[in-house]
């Protein structure tokens, strides 16, 4: 199995006032590809570090992959670090000259002289093109080691590993892999989901299975190595179903699939709406809906009510009851719930009001109050949670928002008839 | 300045499967006591590799800290790694072993017999006591470096590094510090921030000045060094004072501030309230603005109007405007503004149309095309925005919701007499 170094460039990450998240996702990227990942380096914006360590990475691996330093400004250091160590010159790259002008004039703007340095690139390197913003990256043999730079940005880099990096090394490959699942649960806690696994979290078993915690969403990891990706996937298939029938329903989703895309999914094609009624959590329901793409095929809008004279005006909440129980109640959940579906037109409809702190809590309604109204034909439910009053103010909102989804997602898979009706429990770590 | 390696152990954190942020918190906490982090290692758990980085580090600073690789079980190798860098055996260490066995006998359990080897250290190390869990941490000199070497679950590390590690570095440091500060713009790109900041930014200044761009947000990194904290403070304060003034109101905030709590801030104690009208950001901006604890101050709320039905139902959004010029058009976001505005009694709006994208472009109206709608007392403008078809979904939705923001700000700058009234163009790296 061939070997890589991850290199991660800049400052900021060295005096640990970033976290470097793009080296864990490319070592991830590279396992399924069949390279093992032996060591991530982050290294200051500084030109004789980042020879040093380019040099000891070609004298120790197969493969490395830098990101980073590719930028317009003086602290872009990696095409010099690359030339140097090459022990070429840097020519300009005409092609990637156009591409920047291009780049700049789509967006009705006229190119700062300063970013044909993106241009330079050291003699002999191959171009790797940036579909999505202005650095090229840059294929580069250093000694026995391919080496690939690609942009420190994380969506540019992750478009352009995808298009030139992983074609490149998975022709190379030779089939032995390492495999990754991830399988999504909400509804139980960390210590519960382990305890039904625990026979299969055991060391030294292929595959692997793992657990984290993540806002009442709990995942668990399944890791499988291989002679080649049928073998892996197989492997995977029989873990995974095990795994399905110990846990049930509180499974809601695999690899990046949310909450929200799981709801999505229930929803689509069945002709059911969805409206949504905010208070405290401001927008982050609508959000989450609308990140998933196609979302509008079912989700039509909603309030965010966060103002009590809101919630008259938009979702028609009576100020009685509003005087009667408090905008954090029960009844003004349910209020909500039926406000947006009625005004919306749309056969379901969740309502969140609460207290996300820190402060606006009392003893009788502290912070980390929430609740939650749901509506579907013929039928509003209300629920409370109490999510924890020393939690901070976005961990209290996620919370919240995640819970709306999960109750929706439960009432619409009850009604489709896969579920038995059950209220799930909060969870907690 | 004393300089430092991070070194963090784990077969997990080099295939990719978690993220390292422990090697970002020591790189922090070692900045303020005055020790200059230049590289982080993260390294498989392997002994000849963690070896070959040890000896590395130890020729290349005066600090070494590990994170790490202290367990009971077999793949937990530092202290062997240390004891063979040191060349020295491992020896049983008494009063450890008392520590691990009453751990244990407190929690009702008996020490399994695998766990000795945690009292096991190389001999001539100091022990670092582990107030928190099982495993010692260990503090070894090897070649002209200190080493230490501590636990990888992230609250018994940070409990152990500041009971051991901190005070001992901050007697050695003499009142010597790194410090940072942030300034956040937005309104323009990487590189024509850099162009105005190009002499500042040369290598080897003190500070250090440096930026990042992350969904239009670019920041500008200062980094201090100097005898002592007030020192540093003043050197900070003087290059600000310099970039402010070349910068000007491109500069929203400092540290952790947000483009949402810039504007909160200039809301706050005027009288003037905001509410939202929101399509193809779903509720984003009104998550951001209340992401900012107090913001019920001046953020009433407002429509998630995802559907064309909830423009006109929530915000009385003409059909005819609709039909004639499309939701995705200026003459709809100023009149989601204005419906804003008047339905729920704001002095401002802000409201936002557009094709966020993968699918629904054309030609004419192609993915990233958003049109903004600002109201404020008096005065609807629209305002056209393209941030590139070629940019993934959530990559335009936090683009157009931070412009959103940016020219709500922009405003209530200039109606408060601080700023010209001048467009600012859209930011790109």
Redesign the interface.
Known sequence: MRRAWVLAT????????????N?????????ALGV????????????A?LRD?LR?ATR?CDIVVLTGGL?????DLTRQALADVAEVPLELHPPSLEHLRA??A????RM?E??VVQAMVPRGAQVLPN?????PGLRVRLGRADCFALPG?P?EMYAMFEREVAPALRSAAGGAV?L?RRLHTYGLGESDVGQRLVDLMQ?GRNPTV?T?AQHGVIVV?L?ASAGSESEAQQLLDETEAEIRQRLGTIIFGTEDETLAAAVGKLLLGTGATL??A??????????L???V????AY?????????N??KT??LGVPNELLERYGAVSEPVARAMAEGAAA???TSHAVAVTGI????GGTPQKPVGLVYIGLHSPGRTEGYEYRFGSDYP??VI?LRAAHTALNLLRLKLLETQGSAPARRMPDTCR
Request: hydrophobic share 35%.
């Open positions: 800049g400052t900021e990450l060295a005096l640990g006032q970033s976290v470097d998240t080296s864990p996702w490319l070592a991830a990227r590279l396992a093992r990942t032996e060591r991530h380096v982050v290294v200051a914006d500084d030109l570090a360590v000891e120790g930028g317009p400004t003086e602290d780049f700049f789509a967006r009705g703007r700062p300063r970013n579909t999505c913003g202005t650095a940005v969506f390492l990754f060391p793992g984290t990891r890791y409206s949504t905010e208070s405290c959590t401001g927008g982050l329901i609508g959000k809906l609308t990140d793409p196609g979302s509008s989700y039509v809008g909603g309030a965010v009510s966060y103002a004279e809101v005006a938009l005004r919306l037109g996300a702190g820190p402060t103010r976005d909102r």
